[in-house]
């Protein structure tokens, strides 16, 4: 049945007219043609990808037919422009009458390039091999096809098109070899033919107008260089040649046609290996301070505030931004590699907060603004331009169709986004934060340094520069060196001026360390060098802390996470996860090598935020726990799911024990936390003291190809968790794990079933296991799992005991373990008697054992005090059930707090927790006295 014409109102020609004479003449000249079309796609329904491939087969004469064989070249040109322009029309008439969606427009737009772009390529690659045959290569001894693809670049590549875009466009083939017709040619003539096919489709200009303008300038060596380079000569060119700017534009890169999956994968390893750095990419400050430079100063000579692309807080300082922060973070989050459009690339960032959210709001509606005026502009006469026309009329009409009363009102608005555009493009990659390297007088530094130091800190300073590791420096290093180096020795007398000699010559010696490890890995150096304020924060923190100093000179990667300041916010939980699930994106499935540097560069950067922020005393020693806690738990559940799903794929699932089959979400296994894990109250150098329940059936079968028993199943799913936890990589573990608490510890299975947890809790277990139990938490893993072990710890926590038997069970635990982890008498520090922080009378573990005191006495009466596993809250509960008053819970909590903080300062500097035994002395008497009045007996 014939559709019926399209017959637009007045309101809606009027709206055209005004929007745009070009799509108003193609009414004109085409209206029934226009008419019908519009009935067919009409203006409140959008078009995708599908509906662009049957209307380019169907305008250029195909119909059903699918043998490209059945139609010429002019066809195909004067079809595809046809198309283009009731296309054309139809977008601008919505846009006027605001019935499509920015974000929408460009997609379709870009979705339609796409359709032309293929079938060009087919229609073209068709007509030449009926002529020379297929070209073929020789790859790893044996023959295959050629391949053509074409990569889109700028605006198509990110599927942001405008109404008048040219294409950029780059041309790559495999490699080179000869056709298999009668009359061969080699492969690359045949690729530069098919380009040129493909150029002249969508290019040239005729009768019909064109379809697209093509521009191939961003190919390597630009005009004048080869029309289509094979992979081995794209990444020759990039490897030796390729430019900052050039990373910059291959950003966006995206390959339009089809193409084999192995030819596909190899050009994005090119392509990611030359825009991306693994990790973050201070070597491109300096160039992209080059191109803003340069932006600036086009901007300054134009003096051209109408152009809305190019003039000051334009499109492309927009672009700038949000591109600037992708080349530089893009290959350390793979998000922002995979968002390469404006907008969803600026809303990742704000997510990372790279960019403040309330400032990524203001850019991405100026985008906005400033898309859809530009759209506007072009749509007037078809032309590509964005420039704001100087007529009165043309502009009142632009106005007019962008919903302003008045030229005035739409100028108000407009200024209002470019100032919103200019001071974050003001402050992008500006020169470096003073001090700046050339303002500082190397000869100056070096005396000041002799004034306030002496000899002794100066032939330090002195042995690193003459060292033999500084001589045997390559060009680059050396240079990076000595850009950074004023820098540092700034900072270096800027703490001595600030701290005094003492400080300096603790912190001079790590620095050193530092420098000889991070000098022939120089981007380090640049790190340095482009955040000088933050280098002079680093000389305080290298002195306060060898923990810290030794993981940095070991691992110097993590200078990114001091230098970014990344210690302002500690993620949490949910925000932690996210972070992990991200850094593993790149990491293959059975790839153990990957996924082990993954979790444990994930566990170095994260944890010495947290270090960072307790040292400069930015959170709460519970809240400094709480994330070191968090970490691990994440760091489980990812272990935890990766080698259920590699389990799975290769023997299948498991069946669980009510006769169903396991899921991801039902999984059947769960990871139990015990002691600092279980309680929350995770230090730096903490194990993760482990139990792995389950309620599979361990008598049947997986549902795989290669069956196992449930029971082999789960004893290989734990061995896993902890080879990924525990295994020595050159990166050291991720963390220590003991799994000595679970039932019959060391004698006992890896992996036990809830009800075999329940029975030996219930009969057989000691009362040490049970106190045990007061700080275990169930962490991550099956749902069901996790409740079925909380009922079983209140269960047995709330069971009514002998209180005289606890009490001596209790006691007598506390004396074996000072016996055999307490300081021995006579140790001494300075002259004085130790007290180890945790084993000694008084100390960490007094304060823990009496909280598990009150809930094995107690939590029959008083289930409250059974829900906690931290120490904090079990003495809140303590005080709100009244069994301890609120002075001594509060005194409580307070010298356990104290005591921890302590050890964790210990830790930092990589020192026992033992001081002298005059410390705290107030403190512990107090605990003590807590002890007598419950227990009755003092732990000697």
Same mark, same amino acid.
């Given at each position: 049945?014939?559709?019926?014409?399209?017959?637009?109102?007045?309101?809606?020609?009027?709206?055209?007219?005004?929007?745009?004479?070009?799509? /108003?003449?193609?009414?004109?000249?085409?209206?029934?043609?226009?008419?019908?079309?519009?009935?067919?796609?009409?203006?409140?329904?959008?078009?995708?990808?599908?509906?662009?491939?049957?209307?380019?087969?169907?305008?250029?004469?195909?119909?059903?037919?699918?043998?490209?064989?059945?139609?010429?070249?002019?066809?195909?040109?004067?079809?595809?422009?046809?198309?283009?322009?009731?296309?054309?029309?139809? /977008?601008?008439?919505?846009?006027?009458?605001?019935?499509?969606?920015?974000?929408?427009?460009?997609?379709?737009?870009?979705?339609?390039?796409?359709?032309?772009?293929?079938?060009?390529?087919?229609?073209?690659?068709?007509?030449?091999?009926?002529?020379?045959?297929?070209?073929?290569?020789?790859?790893?001894?044996?023959?295959?096809?050629?391949?053509?693809?074409?990569?889109?670049?700028?605006?198509?590549?990110?599927?942001?098109?405008?109404?008048?875009?040219?294409? #950029?466009?780059?041309?790559?083939?495999?490699?080179?070899?000869?056709?298999?017709?009668?009359?061969?040619?080699? @492969?690359?003539?045949?690729?530069?033919?098919?380009?040129?096919?493909?150029?002249?489709?969508?290019?040239?200009?005729?009768?019909?107008?064109?379809?697209?303008?093509?521009?191939?300038?961003?190919?390597?060596?630009?005009?004048?260089?080869?029309?289509?380079?094979?992979?081995?000569?794209?990444?020759?060119?990039?490897?030796?040649?390729?430019? @900052?700017?050039?990373?910059?534009?291959?950003?966006?890169?995206?390959?339009?046609?089809?193409?084999?999956?192995?030819?596909?994968?190899?050009?994005?390893?090119?392509?990611?290996?030359?825009?991306?750095?693994?990790?973050?990419?201070?070597?491109?400050?300096?160039?992209?301070?080059?191109?803003?430079?340069?932006?600036?100063?086009?901007?300054?000579?134009?003096?051209?505030?109408?152009?809305?692309?190019?003039?000051?807080?334009?499109?492309?300082?927009?672009?700038?931004?949000?591109?600037?922060?992708?080349?530089?973070?893009?290959? $350390?989050?793979?998000?922002?590699?995979?968002?390469?459009?404006?907008?969803?690339?600026?809303?990742?960032?704000?997510?990372?907060?790279?960019?403040?959210?309330?400032?990524?709001?203001?850019?991405?509606?100026?985008?906005?603004?400033?898309?859809?005026?530009?759209?506007?502009?072009?749509?007037?006469?078809?032309?590509?331009?964005?420039?704001?026309?100087?007529?009165?009329?043309?502009?009142?009409?632009?106005?007019?169709?962008?919903?302003?009363?008045?030229?005035?009102?739409?100028?108000?608005?407009?200024?209002?986004?470019?100032?919103?555009?200019?001071?974050?493009?003001?402050?992008?990659?500006?020169?470096?934060?003073?001090?700046?390297?050339?303002?500082?007088?190397?000869?100056?530094?070096?005396?000041?340094?002799?004034?306030?130091?002496?000899?002794?800190?100066?032939?330090?300073?002195?042995?690193?520069?003459?060292?033999?590791?500084?001589?045997?420096?390559?060009?680059?290093?050396?240079?990076?060196?000595?850009?950074?180096?004023?820098?540092?020795?700034?900072?270096?007398?800027?703490?001595?001026?600030?701290?005094?000699?003492?400080?300096?010559?603790?912190?001079?010696?790590?620095?050193?360390?530092?420098?000889?490890?991070?000098?022939?890995?120089?981007?380090?150096?640049?790190?340095?060098?482009?955040?000088?304020?933050?280098?002079?924060?680093?000389?305080?923190?290298?002195?306060?802390?060898?923990?810290?100093?030794?993981?940095?000179?070991?691992?110097?990667?993590?200078?990114?996470?001091?230098?970014?300041?990344?210690?302002? $916010?500690?993620?949490?939980?949910?925000?932690?996860?996210?972070?992990?699930?991200?850094?593993?994106?790149?990491?293959?499935?059975?790839?153990?090598?990957?996924?082990?540097?993954?979790?444990?560069?994930?566990?170095?950067?994260?944890?010495?935020?947290?270090?960072?922020?307790?040292?400069?005393?930015?959170?709460?020693?519970?809240?400094?726990?709480?994330?070191?806690?968090?970490?691990?738990?994440?760091?489980?559940?990812?272990?935890?799911?990766?080698?259920?799903?590699?389990?799975?794929?290769?023997?299948?699932?498991?069946?669980?024990?009510?006769?169903?089959?396991?899921?991801?979400?039902?999984?059947?296994?769960?990871?139990?936390?015990?002691?600092?894990?279980?309680?929350?109250?995770?230090?730096?150098?903490?194990?993760?003291?482990?139990?792995?329940?389950?309620?599979?059936?361990?008598?049947?079968?997986? #549902?795989?190809?290669?069956?196992?028993?449930?029971?082999?199943?789960?004893?290989?799913?734990?061995?896993?968790?902890?080879?990924?936890?525990?295994?020595?990589?050159?990166?050291?573990?991720?963390?220590?794990? #003991? @799994?000595?608490?679970?039932?019959?510890?060391?004698?006992?299975?890896?992996?036990?079933?809830?009800?075999?947890?329940?029975?030996?809790?219930?009969?057989?277990? /000691?009362? /040490?296991?049970?106190?045990?139990?007061?700080?275990?938490?169930?962490?991550?893993?099956?749902?069901?799992?996790?409740?079925?072990?909380?009922?079983?710890?209140?269960?047995?926590?709330? @069971?009514?005991?002998?209180?005289?038997?606890?009490?001596?069970?209790?006691?007598?635990?506390?004396?074996?373990?000072?016996?055999?982890?307490?300081?021995?008498?006579?140790?001494?520090?300075?002259?004085?008697?130790?007290?180890?922080?945790?084993?000694?009378?008084?100390?960490?573990?007094?304060?823990?054992?009496?909280?598990?005191?009150?809930?094995?006495?107690?939590?029959?009466?008083?289930?409250?005090?059974?829900?906690?596993?931290?120490?904090?809250?079990?003495?809140?509960?303590?005080?709100?059930?009244?069994?301890?008053?609120?002075?001594?819970?509060?005194?409580?909590?307070?010298?356990?707090?104290?005591?921890?903080?302590?050890?964790?300062?210990?830790?930092?500097?990589?020192?026992?927790?033992?001081?002298?035994?005059?410390?705290?002395?107030?403190?512990?008497?107090?605990?003590?006295?807590?002890?007598?009045?419950?227990?009755?007996?003092?732990?000697?």
């Amino acid at each position: 049945m014939a559709l019926s014409a399209f017959v637009p109102n007045q309101r809606q020609l009027d709206g055209l007219k005004l929007a745009s004479p070009f799509a /108003w003449q193609i009414y004109q000249k085409q209206t029934t043609v226009a008419q019908r079309f519009l009935a067919e796609y009409d203006l409140s329904l959008p078009l995708v990808r599908s509906d662009f491939d049957a209307l380019v087969r169907r305008f250029v004469g195909l119909g059903t037919t699918y043998y490209l064989n059945s139609i010429d070249e002019p066809m195909v040109m004067a079809g595809l422009r046809q198309l283009r322009q009731l296309l054309m029309l139809k /977008w601008i008439w919505q846009d006027a009458l605001s019935l499509i969606e920015l974000d929408r427009l460009m997609q379709e737009l870009s979705d339609f390039a796409d359709a032309c772009i293929q079938f060009s390529k087919d229609f073209v690659y068709n007509k030449l091999t009926k002529r020379y045959g297929t070209p073929q290569i020789k790859q790893k001894n044996k023959t295959i096809a050629d391949e053509f693809a074409i990569i889109a670049m700028g605006k198509l590549g990110a599927g942001e098109l405008n109404l008048s875009s040219d294409i #950029d466009l780059v041309f790559v083939h495999i490699a080179n070899g000869e056709t298999d017709g009668t009359k061969s040619i080699d @492969t690359h003539k045949f690729m530069k033919d098919l380009g040129r096919g493909v150029i002249k489709l969508l290019g040239e200009n005729t009768e019909h107008g064109f379809v697209f303008r093509v521009d191939m300038r961003l190919r390597p060596w630009g005009d004048g260089s080869p029309l289509v380079l094979h992979t081995t000569a794209l990444a020759k060119y990039f490897n030796q040649h390729g430019r @900052t700017w050039e990373r910059f534009a291959w950003l966006k890169a995206r390959v339009v046609n089809e193409i084999g999956a192995d030819f596909s994968y190899n050009l994005q390893q090119i392509i990611k290996n030359f825009v991306h750095r693994y990790y973050i990419d201070y070597s491109a400050f300096s160039a992209l301070r080059e191109m803003k430079a340069m932006i600036v100063n086009q901007q300054t000579q134009r003096q051209d505030l109408d152009n809305v692309k190019l003039g000051v807080g334009g499109i492309r300082d927009i672009e700038f931004i949000v591109q600037a922060f992708a080349l530089i973070y893009g290959g $350390h989050h793979v998000a922002l590699a995979e968002n390469s459009a404006c907008l969803p690339c600026l809303a990742k960032l704000i997510e990372l907060g790279y960019i403040e959210e309330q400032e990524g709001e203001q850019l991405a509606a100026a985008y906005r603004f400033l898309r859809r005026l530009e759209h506007a502009i072009q749509a007037r006469h078809d032309q590509q331009t964005q420039q704001l026309p100087s007529g009165a009329d043309e502009l009142a009409a632009i106005a007019t169709c962008l919903g302003f009363e008045s030229v005035a009102a739409f100028r108000s608005v407009l200024d209002a986004h470019r100032q919103n555009v200019s001071r974050p493009f003001g402050r992008m990659v500006t020169d470096r934060q003073s001090p700046k390297q050339e303002s500082l007088d190397i000869a100056q530094i070096y005396e000041s340094l002799q004034d306030t130091l002496g000899d002794e800190a100066n032939a330090i300073l002195a042995d690193f520069m003459n060292s033999k590791l500084v001589a045997t420096l390559d060009e680059v290093s050396k240079e990076r060196l000595n850009q950074a180096y004023p820098i540092i020795l700034h900072a270096v007398l800027l703490h001595a001026k600030r701290q005094g000699v003492s400080a300096v010559m603790q912190a001079l010696p790590r620095l050193i360390d530092l420098l000889e490890g991070i000098c022939r890995r120089s981007i380090y150096l640049v790190m340095l060098s482009e955040n000088p304020n933050a280098t002079m924060r680093l000389i305080p923190m290298l002195g306060q802390s060898s923990w810290i100093a030794r993981e940095l000179a070991h691992y110097p990667v993590l200078l990114d996470t001091f230098l970014q300041k990344r210690y302002l $916010h500690l993620p949490d939980r949910a925000e932690l996860g996210n972070i992990l699930r991200q850094s593993l994106l790149r990491v293959e499935p059975f790839d153990d090598e990957s996924y082990l540097n993954a979790i444990r560069f994930f566990k170095k950067t994260q944890v010495l935020a947290v270090a960072t922020a307790d040292i400069l005393g930015l959170r709460h020693i519970m809240k400094v726990s709480d994330s070191l806690t968090f970490i691990a738990e994440v760091v489980l559940h990812s272990a935890l799911y990766r080698a259920y799903d590699e389990l799975s794929k290769k023997h299948g699932l498991p069946l669980l024990q009510n006769g169903e089959r396991a899921t991801v979400d039902n999984c059947g296994f769960a990871i139990i936390g015990y002691g600092k894990l279980g309680g929350l109250e995770m230090s730096y150098a903490s194990d993760l003291d482990l139990v792995f329940l389950h309620r599979i059936d361990e008598l049947g079968e997986t #549902d795989g190809e290669k069956p196992i028993s449930g029971m082999k199943f789960a004893a290989r799913l734990i061995q896993k968790i902890i080879t990924y936890l525990a295994t020595q990589t050159r990166d050291g573990r991720a963390y220590e794990i #003991d @799994t000595r608490l679970r039932p019959s510890g060391n004698a006992g299975v890896a992996v036990i079933s809830t009800w075999a947890f329940e029975m030996y809790q219930t009969q057989k277990a /000691w009362s /040490w296991e049970h106190q045990a139990l007061v700080r275990a938490r169930g962490l991550v893993g099956d749902d069901s799992v996790l409740a079925e072990f909380d009922r079983i710890r209140k269960q047995v926590l709330t @069971t009514r005991r002998d209180v005289a038997q606890i009490r001596l069970d209790v006691i007598q635990m506390r004396q074996k373990m000072q016996t055999h982890l307490g300081s021995k008498s006579g140790n001494h520090t300075d002259g004085k008697h130790q007290f180890h922080l945790k084993q000694d009378s008084g100390g960490l573990v007094d304060i823990e054992f009496l909280a598990q005191y009150l809930v094995l006495r107690y939590a029959r009466d008083y289930a409250e005090l059974a829900r906690w596993s931290d120490n904090v809250r079990i003495f809140e509960a303590a005080q709100t059930t009244g069994i301890l008053a609120s002075e001594d819970c509060k005194q409580l909590t307070d010298a356990y707090l104290q005591l921890r903080k302590k050890t964790h300062e210990m830790a930092l500097s990589e020192q026992p927790a033992v001081v002298s035994d005059d410390q705290f002395g107030q403190l512990r008497q107090f605990v003590r006295t807590m002890w007598l009045e419950q227990l009755g007996d003092e732990a000697q």
